[in-house]
Structures are given as C-alpha cells and as structure tokens.
C-alpha cells in the first residue's frame, strides 16, 4: 500500500493488571484499548479455557461482511465471509481449528454472525501449524462489544481501531500477547 508509511511489524497486547480481561494493544504509534478471554491470558491455552493465549502469532488473513461495510484497507489477503463459513472448533476432528463448510456435522463456530463481532476478523497463526488437539481454535483479532465485555479468547477492538490498524500492518506482522 502507498503513501501510508512505514508499516508496523508488531502488534503489541498488554493484559491491564486491574482487570485480567482488558488490555491495551500498541500498532506503532496507535494505541488503543482492546478486549481480551474471559479467564484473562495465560500460557498453556486449553480448547474452550475462555483464555487469550500466551505468544506471539502472525498475522494471517481477513474476513468481513461485506454486506455491513467496505472492505478493509489493508496489504493482508482479504476474502468475503459467507453465510456458510464455519470453523472447526471439535478437538477430535480432522478439520480442528480450520474453516469448514456449513452445514457441519462436528462442532463449530459459525463464522456469519448476528452480532458485529465478526464483521472484520482477522485469523492469527495460533495452533495453526499443524493444529494441536485440544490446545485452542479459533483465536482471532476481530470487534469488539460496545462495552468491551471480554471475549473467548481473542483479541477484540471497535471497528474504527480494527480498520486502522490493518492499514498499517502487512503480511508477516505478528500479534505479540504478554500477560
């Protein structure tokens, strides 16, 4: 992308030390408050522990609902969610912590939501490669609730945050998660 400067190769997130399910996320210069799991961050991430995982993950692609605004603006690869976009979130099956078409038998996350927390969701390189059973899918970096209510374990930002900061990031970034 031209004419927008240097991008960032680090998204920083710092869990606040008042309340385990808040933190800050630092692209650059920007920072911005972003919500993090419910059970705060910790290391050794469990499928379904509500936890925001220890580490540091690439950033990897975009999905958004091109039906509730513009696609981002950003050097990442970008694709439109469907309604029938899934992602495989059952431990013991051979699609673990990868999309899957809905209708699916196996346990999932349905990736057409009702709500806006989907509307942009960004897929980071955690238990990707290859995926561990039972240590986590489906962490994303996507929106967040208007109140910032804690997540299952991602990473969540407002909408305006989220834009601005694809924008200033490329393939390759990492999202670095510190307690």
């Not at 509500?50 to 694709?79: I, K």
């Not at 051979?94 to 509307?119: C, G, I, Q, T």
Request: proline share 9%.
């Amino acid at each position: 992308m031209q004419g927008i400067g240097k991008l960032a190769e680090i998204l920083e997130v710092h869990a606040l030390p008042r309340d385990r399910t808040k933190g800050v996320l630092r692209c650059g210069p920007i920072t911005v408050p972003c919500a993090l799991g419910r059970s705060g961050v910790i290391g050794r991430k469990r499928e379904g522990d509500g936890a925001t995982p220890l580490g540091s993950f690439e950033v990897l692609h975009v999905y958004y609902r091109g039906d509730r605004g513009p696609r981002p603006q950003t050097s990442l690869p970008v694709e439109t969610l469907k309604p029938g976009m899934g992602w495989c979130d059952d431990p013991c099956h051979r699609r673990y912590n990868r999309p899957v078409d809905l209708p699916f038998a196996a346990s999932h996350e349905k990736m057409w939501r009702d709500d806006r927390l989907y509307d942009i969701v960004v897929v980071l390189d955690c238990n990707m490669y290859p995926p561990v059973k039972g240590q986590g899918s489906a962490i994303f970096f996507h929106i967040a609730r208007e109140d910032y209510r804690p997540t299952e374990g991602c990473v969540a930002v407002y909408p305006q945050h989220m834009r601005l900061i694809l924008s200033k990031i490329a393939p390759g970034c990492q999202m670095v998660v510190r307690g």
